[in-house]
């Protein structure tokens, strides 16, 4: 069983910068695709970046592309997952998750939140203008 734990999030004005963390509790081996969606109210999950756990096979959305910034950090105890979240925007504003799968998850299927076995508690993000 794979548990992921958020830190990170709070509130911000617009061009400001968060990071947030996801760490696993098991070692990379268990897990192969990690994911970073939000969630604004009223709005479905979407997807906002990928890594696997190698390191490879980065990928972000359109609209945070050049902004955001998805990174691995692995010992022999855990894994963290980091988005790094730069030029913020109000559009930005959402309750951001991390899911993982220990599939090696394609294009076809990465950006689709019901492939994710795992996730994260969610942590809240707010841009002001």
């Known amino acids: 069983q794979v548990q992921l734990a958020q830190v990170g999030g709070g509130s911000v004005q617009a061009g400001g910068s968060l990071r947030l963390a996801c760490a696993a509790s098991e070692r990379t081996k268990s897990v192969y695709t990690v994911g970073w969606f939000r969630q604004a109210p009223g709005k479905e999950r979407e997807f906002v970046a990928t890594?696997?756990?190698?390191?490879?096979?980065?990928?972000?959305a359109d609209d945070v592309k050049g902004r955001f910034s998805i990174s691995i950090a692995s010992d022999t105890a855990k894994s963290t997952v980091y988005l790094q979240m730069n030029t913020l925007k109000p559009e930005d504003t959402a309750n951001y998750y991390c899911?993982?799968?220990?599939?090696?998850?394609?294009?076809?299927?990465?950006?689709?939140?019901?492939?994710?076995?795992?996730w994260g508690q969610g942590t809240q993000v707010t841009v002001s203008s």
């Open positions: 890594i696997r756990s190698d390191g490879s096979n980065i990928d972000y």
């Open positions: 899911g993982a799968s220990v599939l090696a998850l394609g294009r076809a299927w990465y950006p689709t939140p019901g492939v994710y076995a795992y």
